[in-house]
């Protein structure tokens, strides 16, 4: 929803998968897997959280 700040990192209105935090991530934040490819923390404020059927998030998965 916001990527100010990011915008080479992350694109407007596209879907993201979020990974397993890590030990020192805070509450408020999301580990993403970004334009780059690399897990990065960002503030979770700037993501709408999406539950996807299976069939989707599969699709979405192999198409990446």
Do not use: H
Not at 19 to 32: I, Q, S, W
């Amino acid at each position: 929803m916001d990527n100010r700040g990011n915008e080479m990192s992350l694109l407007m209105g596209k879907v993201y998968q979020v990974v397993k935090p890590e030990r020192n991530d805070g509450p408020r934040n999301l580990r993403v897997i970004d334009e780059e490819g690399e897990d990065y923390l960002y503030s979770a404020k700037q993501f709408v959280p999406l539950e996807l059927p299976l069939k989707a998030r599969r699709a979405l998965l192999t198409a990446g």
